[in-house]
């Protein structure tokens, strides 16, 4: 089993910049890669990238290129997104997810994550 907690959100205006954390506990050494995503009310869960845990490679969904980036601390087992220049858009629940099927792959949807945190709100206003 592995838990994850992500921490880090809030309410923030558009064009602020925040940086959430999920920290990552318990059998964690079969992960493969770990992803963020996001889910606005009424929509479905969104990818928004992910970090192979031994390589440190990154994918960043061409919808938030350019403003999350995506990195990890493997000796604290915690992977962070870094997101600037927000907007209201952003706003949603943001979900991290490991991954301890699938080798040498990011995958970019929910159903190829075994683990799941508990989310935390991100809120942006215009």
């Known amino acids: 089993q592995v838990q994850l907690v992500e921490t880090g959100g809030g309410l923030v205006q558009a064009g602020d910049s925040l940086r959430l954390s999920c920290a990552a506990s318990?059998?964690?050494?079969?992960?493969?890669?770990m992803g963020w995503f996001r889910q606005a009310p009424g929509k479905e869960r969104e990818f928004l990238g992910g970090?192979?845990?031994?390589?440190?490679?990154?994918y960043i969904a061409d919808s938030v290129k350019g403003r999350f980036t995506i990195s990890r601390d493997n000796a604290k087992n915690t992977m962070y997104l870094q997101m600037i220049s927000l907007k209201p858009e952003d706003t949603g629940v943001y979900y991290c997810?490991?991954?301890?099927?699938?080798?040498?792959?990011?995958?970019?949807?929910?159903?190829?994550?075994?683990?799941w945190g508990q989310g935390t709100q991100v809120t942006v206003s215009s």
């Open positions: 970090i192979s845990w031994s390589l440190g490679t990154t």
């Open positions: 318990g059998r964690t050494f079969n992960t493969n890669a």
């Open positions: 997810a490991a991954d301890q099927v699938h080798t040498g792959v990011i995958v970019d949807t929910p159903r190829g994550y075994d683990y």
